[in-house]
């Protein structure tokens, strides 16, 4: 589509803000008394919290409860405009976004993409893996699953029926250490009972993990309890271990061991989701923006990027960026409303600075991780302790009363009958893997 | 695929009951100590609430709060066998049925399939428009709603406006009905605070239906209560008007009236969905099943037909067959079960006998009508009364506690705030659909 979006010109300077994860989205809020026009570009209609994905995934809660549609968020501020639009193009001389609904002019643009799946170059893994960082594939990772046991009860070669009973997970971060927890769960509590024609001794759940320790980055404690916990679970947990090939069956790690797998869950690393258009050199090697300590995008007055998408060096406490989760994108987003208003007013901006609250991961029913600081001081916490601390955060972080009750009300349920009930296959790529399974069950 | 499918051999006749709607869950649960294993196929693992997909497709409801998989409603009774699979046809001599994981013999067939939407022969309208069977077509309705007015913004054609702001739904009875009814909330209360840059009066919301009431089939004050209603509620209603052609676009009426819309809604009736292999004499003009007194479909000893697809004659208040709706299945389902355990004890069977409780139908909020009959008597309700019955019946008939209190609390949400929240696009047909509208747009 050419010529320019339609769109009111409020005579307001125009702030485009792409992406409404967690940083764009608390940026376009906080600008709500700014004398700015606010325009929201992102590819969905909703915001989605990424960190409870995996429960989608595994029949936990309903990706409902978990989205929010930015117009029922931030409908009513005056201010504020959403388009359901990709960006194309940024031509930063004419202050231009080339989207997929048409041109936008802008006075401030900022970045808010966040990042995609990283598979090193590996085509291969990109085709047959399931990655877990938007609502369609945690959806598509629950469908995948439920098909997996329909069709095992089909099968009677063994091979065959582990190749859709075990499951790879590559990756020992928390998505990864997560995912793990919540199959080997399923494993325990949910599919014995549905499935009582399989024996599920048979279904292994694998996390393969590069580095010497899970949940790198969080404190020696967690990563002993995180792989204790795993471990109680009967999680098979390869460390120092990557993988070296992946063809939809054979996992080939480069340890040695070779498993067979239908369904691998990549959750091994992520890479900056950049736009076209800006100068190569304000592009890090990270696929990350390098920013100043006010998130202005090197080389350009008004353009800035926050949240994942930005690494900022200015932080010495962070010399290689804040990490890709939630909180420094919260923090910025917050901060760059501030200093945009500041620079409105003619006054002077201020630099951006990382409150660290720490980190958490959870494993399964009273069992997570947690490296909190309060006061300037360090806790380390594991078992029921982090698991409520951890449900705590999570739940007061949901976006609106509405979700925070529905996730809270499923946590109880599942809390109380050790069920996780949402084991719908709707929407599914099932009927091209039914075919994929039957084509490989003929050989 | 070929061969037999893979399934325990109990040593004890064998059930096969094919749809798990209303009528076949309810015969697989009243089967739970009859000594026979009980197989129960569908296409999806999961029972549909269809009553309520309506409000699934207006962003009142979750579809998980009104699906319930058939594993976790009866994984744990021990004679329960389910298989997601699709029959191919039936061999009744050999009693086999031939399905999408091979073959499967039986000892009583029970066809419990139900109904698909009747286009009457009309290609283009089963092409054009959208029906509301099962979950997945209620959430492409309630993509393409939202996907209509996030279109809308970008159109400065006031005909080509209209086409995505408009809707027609085709046919007066129960689902038309109360599509037109949410569809009006949704303009009055959700949309114009989303949409501020759109004029909702340019909204058209229009009801075709063929004959010269609503809600046929219930009493003269609810046909005329609920088109009061509806008019109330700025719902265009044509009576005595039929669609004579839709090409996704133009929408011709009967009666002469053009009408512009691109997204028409088919609630105008529906067909039986018969399985291919039994005798054609068994299948009357409506594709309903002819079932003698006690659901035996005509010429067969131990095939069955239950629901909307069994048409029984021998009710003398029913010549045509009861109606299509949930409690004729429920009841014949029932029904069957201890028939079937009298057949098997060597006892005499019973003839069905229906009980008709009356029928309701929602408009909105503190509207709706209602038909109720209790001790021999006949009470006709509106308004509150009605509205309230509707809601505690529909709450009281679904499965399970968990949609139970899922849904009460989504009304009670809905009705404190006039909000529905679940406006989300999730996995649509969208990208082709904006390709669509941009082609038309620049015609």
């Known amino acids: 589509m050419e010529g320019l979006t339609k769109i009111d010109d409020l005579g307001q300077?125009?702030?485009?803000?792409?992406?409404?994860?967690?940083?764009?989205?608390?940026?376009?809020k906080a600008l709500a008394d700014a004398p700015v026009q606010v325009v929201l570009l992102d590819r969905q209609n909703y915001h989605t919290?990424?960190?409870?994905?995996?429960q989608v995934a595994t029949a936990g809660l309903e990706e409902g409860s978990i989205v929010s549609p930015f117009r029922k968020i931030l409908g009513e501020q005056a201010n504020f405009y959403f388009r359901l639009a990709e960006v194309k193009s940024v031509d930063a001389a004419a202050q231009?976004?080339?989207?997929?609904?048409?041109?936008?002019?802008?006075?401030?643009l900022v970045l808010a993409t966040g990042t995609v799946p990283n598979y090193f170059g590996d085509a291969q893994m990109a085709k047959n893996s399931i990655a877990l960082k938007s609502v369609e594939e945690a959806i598509e990772l629950r469908n995948t699953?439920?098909?997996?046991?329909?069709?095992a009860l089909q099968l009677g070669d063994v091979e065959q029926l582990n190749s859709l009973l075990d499951f790879v997970i590559v990756g020992g971060g928390p998505t990864g250490v997560e995912i793990a927890g919540a199959l080997s769960e399923l494993r325990a509590h949910v599919f014995p009972k549905d499935y009582r024609e399989l024996n599920f001794k048979e279904m292994d759940i694998h996390l393969?993990?590069?580095?010497?320790?899970l949940l790198k980055g969080m404190s020696a404690h967690a990563s002993a309890k995180a792989l204790e916990y795993l471990q109680e679970f009967g999680v098979q947990v390869w460390l120092d271990a990557k993988v070296k090939s992946y063809d939809g069956y054979h996992v080939v790690l480069s340890n040695g061991q070779q498993l067979i797998a239908r369904t691998l869950i990549w959750a091994a690393g992520v890479t900056g989701a950049p736009i076209t258009g800006l100068a190569s050199v304000s592009l890090l090697k990270t696929n990350r923006y390098a920013v100043d300590g006010e998130n202005r995008v090197q080389g350009y007055e008004n353009v800035f990027a926050i949240g994942d998408i930005a690494q900022m060096s200015a932080d010495a406490a962070f010399p290689d960026g804040h990490p890709q989760v939630a909180q420094p994108a919260?923090?910025?987003?917050?901060?760059?409303?501030?200093?945009?208003?500041r620079l409105l007013a003619g006054q002077p901006t201020t630099p951006f600075k990382y409150y660290d609250q720490g980190a958490m991961a959870t494993i399964g029913r009273n069992k997570a991780v947690a490296d909190l600081k309060l006061f300037g001081r360090q806790f380390h916490l594991g078992g029921r302790l982090a698991w409520l601390a951890w449900g705590l955060v999570h739940v007061v972080a949901l976006v609106g009363f509405r979700n925070r009750l529905a996730v809270l009300l499923n946590w109880a349920g599942s809390y109380l009958t050790q069920d996780k009930g949402l084991r719908y296959i709707i929407g599914s790529k099932k009927a091209v893997r039914e075919e994929e399974v039957q084509e490989k069950a003929l050989v």
């Open 330 to 341: 919260l923090q910025q987003g917050q901060h760059l409303a501030q200093n945009l208003k």
């Open 96 to 108: 231009i976004l080339e989207t997929t609904i048409g041109c936008l002019r802008y006075d401030y």
């Open 49 to 54: 919290f990424q960190p409870l994905l995996y």
């Open 208 to 213: 393969v993990q590069s580095g010497p320790v």
């Open 13 to 28: 300077p125009r702030v485009v803000i792409v992406g409404g994860g967690f940083g764009g989205l608390e940026l376009a």
């Open 145 to 151: 699953i439920l098909t997996n046991f329909e069709q």
